[in-house]
């Protein structure tokens, strides 16, 4: 078998697998990332607003390197204050593509928080906008030529979509609870080629994320920040991720992940200045996926913004 069929052979099985276009497409799935607890305004959107001053920042990820179709994903996600931190508001934007899959969502966050105490906080959060996805299904080599279920691209299909989120923080802990996507996005091509579209809410495709991390502080040079995200969805195996990363004099990020029966990672991060962070992590799969991929990349970048001049408070340990 050369190469070129075995490439083929892969992105077939790829598409079927991944997203099951035989025969229909559900693209109710969350986008994976390695630095999650720099990117949680995505998950959650009761983040939103959570640095104090308006904060953007962009991640790019490759995965499975080598593999055809493999996904690869970028996110930009912008958020600030209002009303002296009792609410924020943020906007997110992610584009991927997965095989013959391309996607594009867009959402606006809202966050109303509450002071408990001192400074914790209870924030509740809402977010809603848009998924528009399109699927070149026509070019896909198929055993049988001419096969219904891939003769047609589906055009640009836009459905709304909302989530929500509950978070709890204060200066070195939080815990959230999070259902980001709550319709069902469903597309079925018929074997006359026709696209019908269908969005609802159906309660056994949540996919629900809860996240925790604290923060220990080892002595002036050291803080030990270990961290846990749990994802659960109907008729699927529960997963999560746990970390623990070291912030060395305020300024350098070490630290390893674990992402159960997937990949162990390294990540690596950078304060340039105490306002612009920069991000680098490695997967390496524990899967049979190893045999075909050298692993996943993923890059990120921060900035907060000075606001109202206040200054910024250098660095965050989450959030």
Wanted: hydrophobic share 40%; charged share 15%.
């Amino acid at each position: 078998m050369t190469q070129t069929t075995i490439s083929k052979a892969a992105k077939v099985v790829l598409t079927i697998v991944l997203f099951g276009v035989f025969p229909k497409v559900n693209a109710q799935y969350d986008a994976m990332f390695t630095q999650y607890m720099f990117n949680e305004m995505f998950i959650n959107p009761a983040f939103a607003g959570s640095k104090e001053a308006l904060a953007v920042s962009l991640h790019h990820r490759q995965q499975w390197v080598g593999f055809a179709g493999r996904p690869v994903t970028t996110t930009f996600t912008a958020h600030m204050p209002l009303f002296r931190n009792t609410m924020g508001v943020g906007l997110c934007f992610l584009s991927e593509k997965l095989g013959v899959l391309s996607r594009n969502l867009i959402y606006a966050n809202y966050a109303y928080r509450v002071r408990l105490s001192g400074k914790s906080y209870l924030t509740f959060g809402v977010m809603g906008g848009a998924h528009l996805q399109s699927e070149k299904l026509a070019a896909i080599n198929t055993v049988e030529p001419g096969d219904p279920n891939f003769s047609v691209n589906t055009p640009t299909v836009i459905t709304p979509n909302f989530g929500f989120g509950i978070m709890y923080t204060t200066e070195k802990f939080y815990a959230g609870i999070s259902v980001p996507r709550l319709l069902d996005d469903n597309i079925k091509v018929s074997s006359d080629g026709t696209i019908l579209g269908n969005n609802k809410v159906v309660l056994n495709k949540f996919h629900y994320y809860a996240t925790i991390g604290k923060v220990f502080v080892l002595g002036p040079n050291l803080k030990i920040v270990p961290q846990l995200m749990l994802k659960a969805v109907s008729n699927a195996p529960f997963q999560f991720d746990v970390n623990v990363n070291a912030l060395m004099k305020e300024r350098l990020w070490l630290g390893l992940s674990y992402r159960s029966r997937a990949d162990i990672s390294g990540l690596a991060g950078v304060y340039i200045t105490p306002q612009l962070l920069l991000t680098y992590s490695y997967d390496y799969p524990l899967t049979i996926l190893h045999d075909y991929t050298s692993g996943s990349h993923e890059i990120g970048i921060s900035y907060t913004f000075r606001f109202k001049g206040k200054k910024v408070v250098s660095p965050r340990y989450f959030l």
